[in-house]
């Protein structure tokens, strides 16, 4: 069985090195990351068909195989990511505030890497490669223990980066793949109390459930996205079957897509026939309320359980509402707290819904699928967190780190 | 049984009408709290003798019993402090920061409440008050638990509060004292997933074990600290002498006391005794290394324990080093990552101490004594975070609060 502590004694040591590390150091080693993947392509491609041979055998579907397959171009792409996070400002050692007391100590807000941070994800190769250079810009050592279906691509992905990082001067421990896949040591890991200061678990409420039940480091939770959206009575209607259509359609199978909307009786009628008209070009299955299959008589009957769910395919469950605080209440009830829109005219309602609604994104008059870290400006992102502490929405480098005060004085005491 | 969940949902309730209400109303409530604090204190004085009868009959020790006692003085400083927040900014609302999409989109990130914040303490009433207000400012309901031993002093004061909210016009349910202070409530306030959105344990090393082992809402651990000087071998030691002086003996049973100073091997000989000397004014017993009982020889052996105790007390564990990566190494072993400091007219030791120790806040030339919300020129505090997660060191207003990116848009799509 695998040593966790063992490793994460591994990465600590490797933290302190890094986090002590030059932004140019840091990304001289990005830079040797990059050209390391573009240069290993053919032995990173061949692990993979491992990979993609085993999961045709067990049967995997095609949506899953997709997100499993690298080609040449994906490789490309992925190093491109890697080249692009060199242009990005380093957030260890940004000073986020400064005061002087008034017996002349000097009080600095730093921000510094945390330390290690592990990451328990699915199968996507490229989430190996993103969220070790995210770590790596950060300043932090970092533990990925992805799934078994990717587990030819992620040894190849992570010894290409590791490599890369001692030839850059930097402890190839900073990088980690925990290469046993099974539920001990992902609970070993949620475990690592002293050696892991920050957990990211990426993956379905399965994982999540988990991480919650078991994990005894800091986590931020990411990903699950049961997001609404509300046509108001105002709304005009033309933009908000625009705004739906393409929440619903444009990719399912992400978290900012819309999975319920919610319509104001006033204008259902006149609203839910030119929705359903776009969304039929999708094929976009409707489960209704009673009343949404009075006007749309081809819906299906929604379950109570459909509005708790986040579908991630083209289905959509229709409710219909007689206020917006029928809408607030349905949306405070089966939110995940991810990204919730409201389409209207009417400057009040707008107001309220930004107020009263809970949630890491709230829009008005756009799609829900922005949330997301290149659209609010992050460049890269490690995930979304849908919880209040410390990341809340796309979490970019600066979520990666923590603050330490650094007080200088010339003797004072208290 | 109390039924903690209906506790959750109250509060829960309250939250959103506290969350909603704007600076001058809660500024209102708190004005109307202080004034009855003032005016109902000779009720309050009264319960809180019961719980002065009831720990002098437990045999509670002296230091315990000044903690748990209110008089009218001290209950005017704690409504004094009520109405210091009434002058500080609101942290709800704050713009953090602001971008505009390529596409016209304005995406704001916006400092919101939290919700609902439970707190944990243990026997000090005035903490009940603190909490409670620093939560209303930061537009946040709470949940109180406080000790059996201060419970009858807590009633009052919460109800005390409860009436005054409700004077103000805002729900008294903002503010929920937990009578039962059975540890089957304290462990259901742990796991209120859904109701709780920030659980604060303030209290000991056992209180901190049993919420990071049965906690399944987001916590911030604070409070512990195993504080360290490094005294370095270019240090000025009249300033050191000084700097330890004050740390340990200003007020030992605090956090950022320190508990153990690490001294270089060149300057230990002309240091410690001058350290012996100012210590021996306040009987502080020196627990020191084998090498410190050879300069010291009226000094106790330190045992291993020791240099992981908190003392809280007149104990100083003393331990001669070789060099400052000898004392780092030490500190990195036996910190609790709170407040850490290092005596030196080295500048680049200064520099390495800075960048290496791993703590809430590191000092040079400084007592370990000013890691304090008001030093720190927070105003109020609810705690110091000794985690790296959302807040570290002390927490004032704005780690009470959580963001919101609030999107608007005129129908972008993706």
Known sequence: MTDIKEIGRRAKSASKEVSNASTDVKDGALRAIAKALIENTDHILSENEKDIAGAREKGINQAMLDRLTLTEKRITDISDGVIKLTMMQDPAGIIESEMTHPNGLRI????????????????????TVDAAALCLKSGNACILRGGSEAIHSNIALANTMRA??????????????????SRETATGLMQLRGYVDLLIPRGGAGLIQSVMKNATVPVIETGVGNCHIY?????????????????????????????????????????????????????VELRGCPETLRIL?????????????????????????????????????????????????????????????????????????????SEFGFGAEIGISTQKLHARGPMGLQELTTWKYVVMGEGQVR
């Open 231 to 283: 046509v108001d009575a105002s709304a005009n209607l033309a933009m908000a079957v625009n705004i739906l259509d393409n929440a619903k359609t444009t990719r399912p199978s992400v978290c900012n897509a819309v999975e319920t909307v919610l319509v104001h009786r006033d204008i259902a009628q006149s609203f839910l026939p030119l929705a359903k008209k776009a969304l039929d070009a999708h094929h």
């Open 164 to 181: 890369a990082l001692q030839s850059a001067g930097l402890p190839p421990d900073a990088i980690i793949l925990v290469e046993d896949t």
């Open 108 to 127: 600095y807000k730093t921000r510094v890497p945390m330390g290690v941070i592990a990451m328990i994800f699915e199968a996507r190769p490229n989430v």
């Open 297 to 373: 008589r081809e819906a299906i009957p929604a379950t109570e359980e459909d509005y708790y769910t986040e579908f991630n395919d083209y289905i959509l469950a229709v409710r219909i509402v007689g206020s917006i605080d029928e809408a607030i209440t349905h949306i405070a009830k089966y939110s995940t707290f991810h990204s919730e829109a409201i389409v209207t005219e009417s400057y009040e309602n707008s107001q309220r819904f930004i107020k009263e609604v809970d949630a890491a994104a709230v829009y008005v008059n756009a799609s829900t699928r922005f949330t997301d870290g």
